[in-house]
């Protein structure tokens, strides 16, 4: 299942996420293990036509914009920014790839986006000033790459590559 994953670019412009997927996504995210825990991963969803997606999808960047436009769901993930939490973004970490695993699952598509305007999330959405937030996440049914412009279709068909597992091994160990 996890080979299948992959962060498309083009998603389905009128495909609706259920209440039952969107529950189904944060549940698989608050099963994640964490620090002593501590569970300090905390989200803000906005589905297409709703006006949280409508202020995540301002605060994204010009390039994202468009595709990420059509995502059937939003989702800004954070974490608590404490002293006593010193892994909290690991952990947040942990938490939006439960959250990728079983969106894969349901045969929907995850592409996390960075380049956001973080301050902007944090006063259009009214997050707290003890979050962070780390990471926006684009939910939704694969869409159809002819609708991109030529430089995002070319990289949504290029052929997906991965490092060989050899080399992520630091201290030699052969793998039998």
Same mark, same amino acid.
């Given at each position: 299942?996890?080979?299948?994953?992959?962060?498309?670019?083009?998603?389905? &412009?009128?495909?609706?996420? @259920?209440? !039952?997927?969107?529950?189904?996504?944060?549940? =698989?995210?608050?099963?994640?293990?964490?620090?002593? %825990? @501590?569970? &300090?991963?905390?989200?803000?969803?906005?589905?297409?036509?709703? !006006?949280? /997606?409508? $202020?995540?999808? !301002? %605060?994204?960047?010009?390039?994202?914009?468009?595709?990420?436009? %059509?995502?059937?769901?939003?989702?800004?993930?954070?974490?608590?920014? $404490?002293?006593?939490? #010193?892994?909290?973004?690991?952990?947040?970490?942990? =938490?939006?790839? /439960?959250?990728?695993?079983?969106?894969?699952?349901?045969?929907?598509?995850? /592409?996390?986006?960075?380049?956001?305007?973080?301050?902007?999330? +944090? @006063?259009?959405?009214?997050?707290?000033?003890?979050? +962070? #937030?780390?990471?926006?996440?684009?939910?939704?049914?694969?869409?159809? #790459?002819?609708?991109?412009?030529?430089?995002?279709?070319?990289?949504?068909?290029?052929?997906?590559?991965?490092? &060989?597992?050899?080399?992520?091994?630091?201290?030699?160990?052969?793998?039998?």
């Amino acid at each position: 299942m996890l080979a299948t994953r992959w962060s498309p670019l083009a998603f389905d &412009p009128v495909a609706v996420l @259920s209440d !039952e997927d969107v529950g189904s996504l944060l549940e =698989a995210a608050r099963w994640a293990p964490s620090f002593a %825990n @501590s569970q &300090p991963w905390r989200f803000a969803v906005g589905r297409r036509d709703e !006006e949280t /997606h409508k $202020r995540i999808l !301002e %605060n994204l960047s010009a390039g994202c914009q468009p595709w990420a436009g %059509n995502a059937s769901a939003l989702i800004v993930a954070a974490h608590l920014d $404490r002293a006593t939490l #010193p892994r909290a973004a690991y952990d947040l970490g942990q =938490a939006v790839a /439960h959250l990728t695993v079983q969106a894969t699952a349901l045969r929907l598509h995850v /592409h996390q986006i960075a380049d956001f305007d973080a301050g902007g999330l +944090r @006063s259009d959405l009214e997050i707290p000033d003890d979050l +962070r #937030p780390a990471v926006v996440v684009a939910v939704g049914r694969l869409g159809d #790459p002819a609708m991109l412009p030529p430089d995002l279709r070319a990289w949504e068909t290029a052929l997906r590559t991965r490092v &060989p597992t050899a080399e992520l091994l630091v201290n030699q160990v052969p793998i039998t």
